[in-house]
């Protein structure tokens, strides 16, 4: 009896460092939403100004607050329509969490949103929210699209922790047109 255990146990064995030693890995599907518009230059326009009516200037603006604490990285919409919570592994970013929609705009064509950099998402939801106000006026593209992004951080230490909190502001802003069509 003695014997069989010990061969249960050296055939277990490897087994179960096997299990304990690899990596389980989890994929979280961040849900999201997508706006395009084309973007243009006089120049590029090649049009003459009966082509075209200029239909104002549209404005938007995102924020994103950027938290570091205890190993986590969470990125958050204050207006609460998303929030991203990220482990810091080895230098590495794992998403843990997240919660709400990521809504975010393109100028040109669709590409893949760099969720962990707080940068690009606060742009992509400005640009968001730009194109569903040239939509509202029932415009077709914007001319010379304006970014300004402003950045303000603080710490926060305490005798066990620190919190790092960094708040990422983006304005867009352009004018948008109507191409006149013969109907």
Request: with cysteine.
């Amino acid at each position: 009896m003695k014997k069989r255990s010990i061969l249960l146990i050296l055939l277990l064995l490897p087994s179960l460092l096997f299990f304990s030693c690899s990596k389980v890995v989890t994929y979280k599907y961040l849900p999201s939403s997508q706006n395009m518009i084309k973007t243009v230059s006089f120049d590029d326009l090649n049009l003459d100004s009966k082509d075209y009516v200029v239909l104002d200037r549209v404005e938007s603006s995102a924020r994103i607050i950027l938290t570091i604490k205890n190993g986590t990285f969470t990125l958050t919409d204050p207006d609460g329509t998303f929030s991203l919570e990220y482990l810091v592994l080895n230098g590495s970013l794992i998403l843990s969490k997240y919660s709400g929609v990521l809504r975010s705009g393109f100028l040109s064509e669709f590409s893949e949103v760099n969720t962990k950099s707080p940068e690009e998402l606060v742009r992509r939801m400005a640009l968001y929210r730009l194109i569903n106000l040239v939509r509202e006026q029932g415009g077709d593209y914007v001319i010379e699209p304006i970014y300004t992004t402003s950045v303000e951080g603080s710490v926060d230490e305490h005798w066990r922790s620190s919190t790092t909190t960094i708040t990422y502001l983006t304005t867009v802003s352009g004018k948008a047109i109507k191409l006149k069509t013969s109907k």
